[in-house]
């Protein structure tokens, strides 16, 4: 596996949030090839009809040989160490791309939940939308510096 892929519901709103993520994106592409892939953000008042409809729009986004890792409150939780080391057995053993997914305000769609092969947990606060995207992808790179021997982590 040397593609990944993040995959989220609507753009960065913050101006300065965008500036750290190009930075994150940047620093990845060293490592792999890495798209951070939006689907267009729904609005509805029904969290269920709104984790639906998002849900909908991420199954089509992804291929069947795709490798799904949810990113949801319900799913295990893992220190930067042990995310390297989760990051590295997917690099060794996944053939296709490895897919990261975040779900809307309303959370990840059931959906999302069923069709992924794994699902992590990051805490269990809730964090705004576009500061998790930040954070996601600053922890996505320290665990590729781990996994590749550089000093960024320390």
């Known amino acids: 596996m040397n593609q990944v892929e993040f995959l989220v519901p609507g753009r960065q709103k913050f101006k300065e949030l965008a500036v750290?993520?190009?930075?994150?994106l940047q620093r990845i592409e060293f490592y792999v090839k890495f798209t951070l892939?939006?689907?267009r953000e729904q609005?509805?008042?029904?969290?269920q009809l709104l984790?639906?409809?998002?849900?909908?729009?991420?199954?089509q986004a992804l291929a069947r040989q795709d490798y799904v890792v949810g990113l949801d409150a319900s799913g295990r939780m893992l220190d930067s160490e042990g995310f390297a080391g989760f990051l590295a057995g997917c690099m060794s053993r996944?053939?296709?791309?490895l897919v990261f997914?975040?779900?809307?305000?309303?959370?990840?769609?059931?959906?999302?939940?069923?069709?992924a092969d794994d699902l992590l947990s990051f805490s269990p606060m809730t964090f705004?939308?576009?500061?998790?995207?930040?954070?996601?992808?600053?922890?996505?790179?320290?665990?590729?510096?781990i996994v590749k021997g550089h000093a960024y982590h320390r």
């Open 128 to 145: 705004p939308h576009d500061l998790f995207r930040v954070m996601f992808l600053e922890q996505l790179y320290r665990a590729l510096s």
């Open 37 to 39: 892939k939006n689907v």
């Open 43 to 47: 609005k509805s008042a029904d969290d």
């Open 20 to 24: 750290l993520e190009k930075k994150y």
């Open 101 to 115: 997914v975040m779900g809307g305000r309303a959370g990840l769609a059931d959906d999302i939940r069923k069709r």
């Open 51 to 59: 984790r639906k409809r998002e849900g909908e729009q991420m199954l």
């Open 94 to 97: 996944v053939s296709g791309k």
